[in-house]
């Protein structure tokens, strides 16, 4: 018992530790949004003397902020729902098929994980070049859904593991078709899983910097992180108050959707663990 408690104490210290080390970035992103360059520059570390707001006044006339933030939600929103229902639909067909088929399925989606994009960048590219994708919203919302295809499939895929499949048979027998037990039935209860890869997938999409600047060069259809960096950060000037400050901004939104829904991501992982 005593071991135990030791075990939990180090425990809970290592984490505060991390916890800590984790909020740091937090700390400097917040205090420094409410101070001008100087201060920025100078004394990085130290609180605000006083509230200056002439930062977000300048964002938001500079960037245009309204638009780029329209141009992040309509992508992260788009994108995540597709791969929402994509990969659920797909998760659910492999957990309830066997054979080798699936079980090769499952692995090339395994696989797919680990190939970073980096590695098909180019390659990509040059497809969205030719099917005239580029610089269009929804070229990136697909290309988006399916880059996040295989992550979702395999979270989903453990999950409908969990459910018995005699709630399948029973909708059968009362006459439901496939469609109509997947969306009716087995959908809803996928409600945890469903709400983890919106958190977790919303916030790679609303962050992600690297996929808008390859695809996007039309300054009305950029993101706010492509819009910030190309504004206040660039070889000649680094205005670090004023990009910290959008930064800022664009950080908000994903950090209360995170703290309202965040107790459903241990329990949507949890369920997605399982071994089927």
Not at 34 to 63: A, C, I, S
Not at 93 to 110: D, E, M, P, Q, W
Not at 138 to 145: F, M, P
Request: with cysteine.
């Amino acid at each position: 018992m005593k071991r135990k408690t030791i075990k939990s104490t180090l425990l809970t210290i290592v984490m505060g530790i991390i916890a800590f080390l984790w909020s740091i970035p937090i700390y400097y992103l917040v205090i420094n949004a409410f101070k001008p360059l100087k201060d920025v520059v100078m004394r990085t570390g130290n609180f605000p003397t006083f509230l200056y707001l002439n930062n977000f006044v300048e964002v938001w006339q500079k960037t245009n902020y309204p638009l780029l933030f329209t141009n992040s939600l309509i992508i992260a929103v788009g994108s995540t729902a597709l791969s929402v229902l994509f990969s659920s639909m797909a998760g659910y067909k492999l957990a309830r098929s066997s054979g080798k088929v699936a079980n090769l399925t499952i692995l090339y989606f395994l696989v797919a994980l680990v190939v970073p994009f980096q590695s098909v960048m180019i390659p990509l590219v040059k497809l969205m070049s030719q099917l005239h994708l580029t610089n269009s919203r929804i070229g990136i919302i697909l290309l988006y859904t399916a880059i996040s295809a295989p992550m979702n499939i395999y979270l989903y895929y453990g999950a409908v593991k969990c459910i018995s499949p005699s709630l399948e048979e029973s909708a059968t027998i009362d006459g439901a078709g496939p469609i109509q037990t997947f969306f009716k039935i087995i959908f809803p209860l996928l409600s945890p899983m469903t709400t983890t890869i919106i958190i977790l997938t919303g916030l790679w999409l609303w962050n992600d910097f690297l996929l808008p600047l390859v695809l996007i060069s039309d300054p009305t259809k950029k993101t706010i992180p492509l819009g910030t960096s190309a504004l206040f950060f660039s070889q000649f000037v680094s205005k670090w108050n004023l990009g910290i400050t959008a930064l800022f901004l664009a950080t908000l939104p994903m950090l209360l959707v995170y703290l309202v829904l965040q107790k459903y991501i241990i329990k949507g992982i949890t369920e997605g663990s399982v071994k089927g």
